[in-house]
């Protein structure tokens, strides 16, 4: 071929062709990138739905360690477990008044707690009422957070018993 001459037999990408080849390509990665900030969101609502269910089990237990409590030292099986909204420590016998105050995590033991650590984002408001039967307890723990400004609360309901 001579210097200067075009050889209209020499195929290759126009740009028409290229710029719609890299617009596919840069539809495509948006979506993936949104399908992957999708997912971690549920990922951490996921892990803040186990967080919470956890935080109300602990809430439940405690209520019904006092009430075992209350049986190994000989007092009434509903001694402390009056009627009301309670904070309540893993570590505590003892029910303290609600305040609306969020839960902090230790960063050492990993446990909740209202005095140390660092803010957890999470309240939990542990709910006794004595039933008019004279021998059940209707404890309901419900945990509270906030994600992206949105509420979100999970709950759970146990009945103590005098079965002894």
């Known amino acids: 071929m001579k210097p200067g001459k075009l050889n209209k037999n020499h195929k290759g990408f126009t740009l028409l062709e290229t710029i719609v080849a890299v617009g596919v390509i840069t539809v495509g990665l948006v979506a993936v990138l949104a399908l992957i900030n999708?997912?971690?969101?549920?990922?951490?609502?996921?892990?803040?739905?186990?967080?919470?269910?956890?935080?109300?089990?602990?809430?439940?237990?405690?209520?019904?360690?006092?009430?075992?409590?209350?049986?190994?030292?000989?007092?009434?099986?509903?001694?402390?477990?009056t009627d009301?909204?309670?904070?309540?420590?893993?570590n505590s016998l003892s029910l303290?008044?609600?305040?609306?105050?969020?839960?902090?995590?230790d960063a050492s033991s990993g446990l909740y707690n209202y005095s140390?650590?660092?803010?957890?984002?999470?309240?939990?408001?542990?709910?006794?009422?004595?039933?008019p039967n004279g021998y059940e307890i209707q404890v309901?723990?419900?945990?509270?957070?906030?994600?992206?400004?949105?509420?979100y609360t999970n709950s759970a309901e146990d009945h103590l018993f005098n079965w002894k």
């Open 116 to 131: 140390s650590g660092s803010p957890s984002g999470f309240k939990r408001k542990v709910s006794i009422s004595r039933l």
């Open 84 to 90: 009301g909204d309670y904070n309540i420590v893993y």
């Open 38 to 81: 999708s997912s971690l969101s549920y990922v951490s609502l996921i892990k803040d739905r186990l967080i919470a269910a956890y935080l109300n089990s602990e809430g439940l237990e405690v209520a019904r360690n006092i009430r075992d409590n209350n049986w190994l030292q000989s007092l009434n099986w509903n001694n402390n477990l």
């Open 140 to 151: 309901i723990s419900a945990v509270t957070w906030q994600r992206k400004g949105i509420n």
């Open 96 to 105: 303290s008044s609600y305040a609306d105050t969020e839960l902090w995590i």
